[in-house]
């Protein structure tokens, strides 16, 4: 029986001379004191680099990058973030798209049971036309009906605002932005198919909230290797969760966000989560403090500096909003690449007490893992355009009803 394996585990003879230089990439975004640690940041806890006999994470890698769950990264022998990711994603592929539930929860350990399921693949002989999963084989230029619907959505979206950007209030302020920002002027919107595109349509924005709750009731949107995926979870801040009273509201663009972590300099709760990818990103503050951006916040003006720490996070599993301002995705549904919904809730966690008892983050997991795996080789970065529902009507062919009904599947999913 092979070794069972897990993040930081190496090979016998592949430990990297310099663990910093090895960890440079991924950990450029944390705390110095963080980045000293030259260790792995697992779901909730760090993992030092752990030599193992034989050459069983090089087997592990060469059958990921065969079956197209591990596309770019190099086979050597260390089980680091992309192994990890590649392997989540093929334990959820087996889970949810082969639709056998046996393989366990998709938790980037490989046990005797994953070895199975990848035994089991490599004999099969039904799969020798057909070796590569779906999301490896799919991409951009063979891309499904939907993804392109999406995609021709973006660029009719950028002729139409282009038109009408010095009379639309929150685009005008954008253009007239004399900061360099992440957040991009409408002439720089990227639309194409190739880019990992990430949407957030806020739902019901002029409604005020009562009390300091607010719900996770928005959608997401991810555009990736020429598939869809919908999550859920919120684009606004939870005055309950914001550390002063006047709420940042990101501005409703696209912006440039990149693979980083939330939580920057808190060794007992930093994880992997989308951060600005530079200077920062525009936003509103509530300056009435209702609770709400409206037109009067946004007569207002935006923030004077750009905002660093708009990041794009883990909300649990829905049932609470995490986010100071953040957009945040919950954990416990998500719709897959066929349009299937699918339930993450028995193995997704609450909250981060929850991921010591061998919880997940459930579907947002899969959301950082695709973007992980299936960003193009040498792009660190993602584009995220934000909008709200009413922006539908503009176009012809799209009625916004999907996106509460969506909402709703995926707020139901599972609880």
């Known amino acids: 029986m092979a070794t069972i394996l897990k993040i930081g585990n190496v090979d ?64 050597d022998g260390v089980f680091g973030y992309a192994t990890q990711a590649a392997t989540r994603l093929f334990q959820e592929y087996i889970r949810t ?11 980037g350990v490989v046990g005797p049971l994953t070895w199975s399921f990848i035994d089991a693949w490599q004999k099969d002989k039904a799969r020798k036309k057909a070796f590569v999963c779906d999301w490896g084989r799919i991409n951009y230029r063979k891309s499904t009906p939907e993804f392109k619907k999406w995609t021709k959505l973006l660029r009719a979206a950028k002729s139409h605002f282009s038109k009408i950007k010095s009379r639309h209030p929150i685009l005008h302020l954008v253009e007239q932005f004399d900061r360099t920002t992440d957040t991009q002027k409408v002439a720089d919107w990227d639309t194409r198919s190739k880019t990992i595109h990430l949407i957030g349509i806020r739902c019901g924005e002029d409604e005020r909230i009562t009390g300091s709750r607010r719900e996770n009731n928005d959608l997401f949107v991810l555009l990736i290797n020429g598939q869809v995926f919908k999550f859920w979870g919120s684009t606004d801040p939870s005055p309950n969760m914001a550390d002063r009273s006047d709420l940042p509201f990101l501005v409703e663009s696209q912006h440039e966000y990149r693979f980083g972590w939330h939580k920057l300099s808190h060794a007992a709760k930093i994880y992997q989560a989308l951060r600005p990818a530079g200077p920062g990103v525009l936003v509103f503050r509530d300056k009435d403090f209702d609770r709400s951006l409206t037109t009067a916040d946004v007569k207002r003006g935006l923030d004077p500096a750009p905002n660093t720490t708009i990041n794009i996070h883990w909300s649990g599993i829905g049932t609470t909003n995490f986010s100071a301002g953040c957009q945040v995705i919950a954990g416990n549904a998500y719709i897959n690449h066929q349009g299937n919904l699918i339930d993450c809730s028995h193995f997704a966690a609450r909250n981060q007490n929850d991921l010591l008892s061998r919880k997940t983050r459930g579907a947002y997991n899969l959301f950082t893992d695709l973007v992980l795996t299936y960003a193009p080789p040498g792009v660190q970065t993602i584009r995220y355009m934000l909008g709200r ?20 599947k995926l707020r139901q999913g599972g609880f």
């Open 12 to 75: 016998e003879n592949a430990l990297p001379a310099d663990k910093h230089k090895f960890l440079e990439l991924y950990h450029a975004g944390m705390a110095p004191g963080l980045r000293n640690k030259a260790m792995f940041r697992d779901e909730a806890t760090w993992r030092d680099f752990e030599p193992v006999g034989g050459r069983n994470i090089q087997e592990l890698q060469r059958f990921l990058k065969k079956t197209g769950f591990m596309p770019k990264a190099a086979v």
């Open 97 to 107: 798209v082969e639709g056998d539930s046996g393989i366990g929860t998709p938790d």
């Open 389 to 408: 529902d009413e922006t539908f009507r503009n176009f012809k062919g799209w009625d916004e009803s999907f996106i509460a009904e969506d909402v709703k």
